[in-house]
């Protein structure tokens, strides 16, 4: 699964955390730091996912689904 964001204006240099859980947000499947706006994601099949990506300078979130 291919995930991309917006980033930050004025912080192009910034990290990224991204972080993967499953739908109910009570198991963390995968947590990854990167400078890029987009990750590839190796996912399981029918099952949802919900990812959230923050700054490291900001708490700016953005939650998606996949499957």
């Known amino acids: ?3 991309t ?3 930050v204006l004025n912080q192009s240099t910034d990290t ?3 972080t993967t ?3 109910d947000k009570t198991l963390v499947v995968s947590r990854y730091a990167t400078t890029h706006s987009y990750i590839v994601l190796s996912l399981q099949q ?3 996912y ?3 990506v923050e700054t490291a300078a900001k708490s700016q979130i953005e939650e998606t689904f996949a499957k």
Do not use: E, F, L
């Open 5 to 7: 964001w917006s980033p």
């Open 46 to 48: 029918n099952t949802q």
């Open 16 to 18: 990224y955390n991204i």
């Open 50 to 52: 919900r990812i959230k």
């Open 21 to 23: 859980y499953t739908d």
């Open 1 to 3: 699964v291919n995930v």
